[in-house]
């Protein structure tokens, strides 16, 4: 009897298991732990708090940008307003005729390709000297030179910069074209069959020819080209000139394979921006160069002529009546326009390789 009541189970529990054993104790709800905290956004994703200082910069900085975008497209209009009364009562073709009358305003004829064909033949001319001399004091400042020889040799290239363009042109028709005399007309002697060196359209002294002008004014855009390319050259990344030395290569070597490559880009813009430079160059190019009576450019460096900005200079008498004005302002504005091309291919070459 006191055995079978002993192996009974509890009433309620068909598992034979009492209740005290499944029945887990009660927590007061003081003592419940808290739910987990959300997690927090990602610092890129919380809002970032701008301090008042950096908003009144930003819009600073960002109405700079504007007026500066906005003054060059006002000068452009101013340009091109000034400019159509004058291509009204032109007689010629404004982008084929080379001749240039403008004395009548009743009868006005005059055209650009003359003074296009001028402009960019000097430019070119200085741009092929001043590119390989400008590339070579460049490397020679930052690979070769010691550092108390390059910051001072540096500092006198820059200051050429500073020198005003009437003492380049001074010096380029009184000191350097009797200086360069006997080579020009050794070259022009010797070379004539060749359509660049041919005879040209000046006095047989060839003096105040292009090819005078171009060297004047290579050593006029030599400072902007060396600069800029010192200040390429100098951040070509030090391992990888260390790595190239470590594996045995020489100075020229190192040059070739991570120096030039790393600064080509910023060389080409420095030699545009070089070039924008020379297109729009005023006074000493009105100093040196003849101007041919009744001959056009026959694309020879031993042809005298005007570019667009010295045509401008010389003939600043005219602008006293207004049509006749507005041809030498024809003649600016296609000089704007080309001036900002060649500027804008610089920023683009090195923005390429910024990017």
Known sequence: MSESSSTRTPTGDPGG??????TPPEVP????????????PPASEKPKKVRPGDRIFQNLTTGAGIFVVALIGLIGLFLLIQAIPALQANKANFLTNHGWSTNDPANMSFGILDLLEVTVAT????????????????????????????RPFAYV??????????????????????????FSQWINDTFSWFPLLAPGNVS????????????????????????????????TPT??????????????????????????AGYIGASMLGLGRALGETIALAVI??????????????????TFASKIAANYSEFNNETSAGAYIAAGLVLFVLTFLVNFAARSVIGKKVD
């Open 123 to 150: 430019s070119l001319v200085a741009l092929i000297i001043a590119m390989p001399i400008s590339l070579g004091i460049a490397l020679f400042l930052t690979q070769y030179a010691p550092a108390r020889l390059s």
């Open 289 to 306: 160069l003849l101007i041919p009576q009744g001959k056009n450019f026959d694309w020879s460096l031993f042809d005298g002529g005007s």
């Open 204 to 235: 047989p002294s060839v003096r105040g020819t292009i090819f005078t002008a171009g060297i004047v004014l290579a050593v006029m855009i030599l400072p902007i080209i060396t600069s800029l390319s010192r200040e390429v050259f100098e951040r």
């Open 29 to 40: 709800i003081s003592e419940q732990p808290a739910p987990p905290a959300a997690p927090e």
């Open 239 to 264: 391992p990888h000139i260390e790595g190239a030395l470590a594996l045995g290569a020489t100075r020229w070597e190192v040059i070739r394979t991570t120096v030039l490559p790393f600064g080509k």
């Open 157 to 182: 290239i820059d200051l050429l910069a500073a020198v005003p363009s009437i003492i380049f042109g001074l010096w380029g028709i009184l000191v350097f074209a009797p200086a360069i005399e006997p």
């Open 17 to 22: 298991r009492s209740s005290s054993a499944t």
